[in-house]
């Protein structure tokens, strides 16, 4: 195993990752941001409110895109698995 098959394993592992964790995590970020700006306007300050819109949120973000994560994943499995199979001792 070379060099540079080792960093391009790591590189497409890297950007799997961030394909399937980053529609969640900017879901979770923005609607953060809009409660802690109502939170913010109406001087609430209640630490609980934030919990439950983000929940539900990625909860549905979660749902709508499963498939493409997983279709995502399943295809990081398959590459990864047939370099493994190609490898000779």
């Known amino acids: 195993m070379s060099e540079s098959m080792v ?3 790591l590189k497409d592992a890297i950007t799997t990752a961030i394909i399937v964790a980053g529609p969640l ?3 979770a970020v923005v609607v ?3 409660v802690s700006i ?9 630490q609980t409110l934030t919990f439950l819109p983000k929940v539900l949120c990625v909860a549905l973000v979660g749902l ?10 399943e295809g990081f499995t398959e590459r990864i698995f047939s370099i493994i199979s190609n490898i000779t001792k």
């Open 25 to 27: 995590l900017i879901v």
């Open 32 to 34: 953060g941001l809009i």
């Open 64 to 73: 709508l895109l499963g498939s493409f994560m997983l279709h995502t994943l």
């Open 7 to 9: 960093i391009s394993i």
């Open 38 to 46: 109502f939170q913010a306007t109406t001087q609430i300050q209640e």
